[in-house]
């Protein structure tokens, strides 16, 4: 596909800062398929509007981590910790290229068995060194043959989140946020954060329901403008997604 001009994204970009109180802009290695030189000028154009948070490729993604520290990025969200180890593995990483420098370290919760073993998990944060937890209600609802808004879903991932406040820990919740239904999920989960894809927002804001729906308008420039193999598939989700407006 032909990619439109950053231009574009960027002023939408500020104005999603702006009026509707974007607070981080994700990007991902993982699960968006980005490759360094994407990071890289997403990051140059970027990081003055808004802070830059990368989804590494997984726990032990040390050459996203020391690409990072060339580029500057500083804030970073490991997907798939389903063990102490993979947590354990990940800080390590992190040590092993920042060493004592002040990074902001977030995980997913994303599966039956992260929720299952969640204690255990973060037990392995013996120095502190995680900032947030975030529930992904994509994944997990995949692993337990369930829809992201099913009720099950919603009471394990109100579980992560009172969990992970209790120990101190800031909480997001992402994965199929849409405008109908982010605010049954702030009311049933009460996370600090909740997020797109790209896009997070304090769960306190004013009127979420069309800060998320202008966050789904911007994805859709932002997946026009990287143009990866996988953009066309999510455009497509992403206007399916508009289509379930009620207001």
Partial sequence: MKKKNISVFKKALESLVRERGCVMMKISTEDEGLIQSDVAKIYRELNKIIDIELKVGGPCARGDLLFSREIGISHFIAPMIESSYALHDYLKGVEEVFGAKKVFLGINIETKSAVKHLSEILSA??????????????D??????????????????????KSAKALGYHTSIGGSIEPSNVDKVVEKIAPDFVNT????????????????QSALETEILFCETVGTDLSKRRIAALRERLKKISY
Avoid at 142 to 158: C, L, Q
């Fill in 125 to 138: 944060d013996e120095n502190r060194r995680l900032s947030q937890i975030t529930v992904g209600r994509g």
């Fill in 140 to 161: 997990l609802s995949k692993s337990m043959g369930r829809s992201p808004d099913n009720m099950t879903v919603i009471n394990a991932s109100s579980r992560v989140v």
């Fill in 197 to 212: 894809r790209n896009f997070a927002f304090s769960s306190k804001i004013k009127d979420l329901k069309s800060s998320v």
